[in-house]
């Protein structure tokens, strides 16, 4: 029965979960903390921080710990799998028209704006992570030394065509340098 | 590329995806376009504007749609695995000391500069991706590439809506323009 509860709940929160990252923190929210009681916000607020560290993206990460919390590791793939499954079939269902060998000129058509307007997105969604990650406060400005650092660097390295596998870890190498000057200038 | 082989970049991957929604975007142009020349970076954008058109993370979509693309329906279920086993695996063991974590001063000085890195990773994406997808009608698809970037950015509209207006636009709008010759 608890089975089931986790499984109908994770495929209302897969099938809603539109437009990605935190828009879908109120959709968690609701259905975990307030319908089921699965999470305090207090818990809720740990499982966004650490999603903040882990890669994976924020429904599936809570999905894991939710499955965890409630049923243990069953529980985790039980609600992954029903957070993916409402995308999993759609797309499947689009696929087929979207992967045939000819496509209709309708289609071509849309595509036409569709690809510099997805462009547009990414590069909306580019902005809000350098915005989110970059200041410490806005008012008033203090941006993190730190993140620039390891941008500036990257950015360089990026286009001198670097693969980007070793730039994260350079990333974090440069994170965890920068916090070893921060922690030896405050004690 | 045998399904394996797919199998193993995408779980790769998956474990690099940090931040959520588009930052796969560069991982997937990586392997997938610049490697192995398997996918374009206009078909690359075609791929993430379907991915936009299903609920669910991004980072998941793009997976199995580069999985359906590449290896048919096998490589879509193979994709779709793939992306869900890290976040799975990472987040079941992390589950025991999960506040020592994400409160420990280290790991968030690690992700500082990993942030940064994948700021900077974000731009050249976009920069590539928007260069490619300018190539044809240069003054309508800068129009609609900035338009795009001012909704997303100063409304709170949906995403899938903005895909659908998108769409209808083109639809409408090359209705009645000619096709441009390829050069």
Redesign the interface.
């Known amino acids: 029965m608890t089975m089931l509860r986790l499984f109908i709940a994770f495929l209302e929160v ?8 935190y828009a879908v923190l109120p959709l968690i929210e609701r259905v975990i903390v307030h319908r089921y009681g699965w999470l305090t916000i207090t818990e809720m607020t ?1 499982v966004v ?13 809570a999905a ?2 939710v499955g ?2 409630v049923a243990g ?1 069953p529980g ?2 039980i609600a ?2 029903a ?2 499954l ?3 079939i ?3 269902l ?2 087929i028209f ?2 045939r060998e000819k496509r209709s000129a ?1 289609i ?23 915005i ?3 200041f410490l406060s806005t008012s008033p400005v203090v941006m ?1 030394p ?10 360089i390295l ?2 001198r065509r670097a ?3 070793p ?2 870890f ?11 000057v ?2 030896l200038t405050q004690t | 590329m045998s399904l394996w082989k797919f199998f193993l970049k995408i779980f ?1 991957i ?10 796969i ?3 997937i142009r ?1 392997e997938f376009a610049h490697k192995e020349k398997l996918i374009r970076d ?1 078909e690359m ?2 791929l ?14 793009t997976a ?2 580069t999985g ?2 590449l290896k048919g ?1 096998r490589g ?1 279920i193979v994709g ?1 695995v793939a992306a ?1 086993l ?3 695996i ?3 063991i ?2 025991y000391f ?2 020592w ?3 420990n ?22 920069y590539d ?2 260069k ?3 190539k ?2 240069k003054v ?3 129009i ?6 001012l909704t ?2 100063f409304t709170s509209i ?3 809506l ?2 659908l207006a ?6 409408v ?3 009645y323009v000619p096709k441009e010759k390829k050069p």
């Open positions: 897969g099938a809603f979960a539109f437009g990605g990252g740990d921080s650490i999603s903040q560290v882990t890669p994976g993206p924020i429904a599936l990460n894991t710990f965890m919390r590791i985790a793939v992954s799998v957070t993916v409402p995308q999993a759609l797309l499947f689009f696929g979207f992967f309708t071509e058509h849309a595509f036409m704006s569709l690809r510099p307007g997805v462009a547009g997105l990414i590069a909306a969604s580019t902005v809000s992570i350098f989110a990650s970059a993190d730190l993140v620039l650092v390891a941008l500036a660097v990257v950015l990026r286009i693969n980007i596998f730039l994260v350079l990333g974090a190498g440069i994170g965890l340098i920068g916090g070893l921060e922690y | 790769a998956s474990m690099m995806t940090f931040g959520g929604g588009y930052t975007v560069p991982l990586e206009d954008l075609e993430i504007a379907l991915s936009q058109t299903a609920p669910g993370p991004i980072a998941v979509s199995l749609l359906y693309k329906r879509a779709i869900i890290p976040p799975l990472i987040i079941s992390l589950y999960y506040t974590f994400a409160a001063f280290w790991v968030r000085a690690a992700l500082r500069g990993m942030s940064g890195a994948i700021s900077a990773i974000m731009v050249v994406a976009v991706l928007a490619a997808s300018l044809e009608h309508f698809s800068a609609i590439l900035i338009a795009a970037f997303s950015t949906n995403t899938g903005i895909i998108l769409a209808l636009v083109g639809i709008a090359f209705r």
